[in-house]
């Protein structure tokens, strides 16, 4: 019914208006004829299908108070945008033990450090105590040279990593610091690492 009211009381005026404009004038049909028809057409559909016809202000507001889609540099600029690298836990693993009279690392070991190294470049507020040790067994002072070349052997894996210089110490203790027992050999034959916040204040 209400297409039927609309084709009679909007389509076929505006036909015979056209046909009228057209019998009295031999002129060709124009392209702003064929655009105004067309329009017509295109509002006849428009309320066929229910559809209200917006005027052109009404489509500048809805333009206006559409909400644009919200991007995520929209929601943390680049200085805050959150990465995978900001939010490391610091490694668990901290000591490294090394064979008798050895200053090498195993391959295990390198993964783990690698982990440091990560942590550190996203945490440059933070520096790495690299401590050398060794077990009670031979000279002290040859104890001390070999606990110093561990700790630099680990600085220098995290340095070529790309750890900058500033962010390590390495210390050689010797065998002054045993964790439980002094003849547990292996146990004391190793590398420790300990983490400083420069943020926190210290006496």
Do not use: W
Request: net charge negative.
């Amino acid at each position: 019914m209400k297409l039927y009211y609309t084709l009679t009381c909007i389509v076929l005026p505006a036909a015979m208006m056209a046909a009228c404009s057209g019998s009295g004038s031999k002129k060709p049909t124009s392209n702003t004829d064929i655009a105004q028809t067309t329009s017509i057409v295109k509002q006849v559909e428009q309320l066929a299908e229910n559809k209200p016809i917006m005027s052109l202000s009404e489509k500048i507001e809805t333009a206006t108070l559409k909400p644009s889609e919200t991007q995520e540099s929209d929601l943390f600029p680049l200085s805050q945008t959150p990465t995978d690298t900001q939010n490391l836990a610091k490694p668990a693993k901290r000591i490294y033990q090394f064979g008798f009279d050895k200053q090498e690392m195993t391959q295990t070991d390198r993964v783990s450090l690698e982990e440091h190294a990560d942590f550190l470049l996203a945490h440059p507020d933070y520096s790495l105590d690299v401590n050398g040790h060794s077990d009670t067994q031979g000279n002290k002072i040859y104890n001390q040279f070999l606990s110093s070349k561990r700790a630099k052997k680990v600085a220098q894996f995290l340095i070529e990593y790309g750890v900058p210089e500033s962010q390590i110490k390495t210390y050689g203790l010797g065998d002054s610091q045993p964790l439980n027992d002094v003849n547990t050999f292996k146990e004391n034959r190793r590398v420790e690492l300990q983490y400083n916040d420069s943020r926190v204040a210290t006496n």
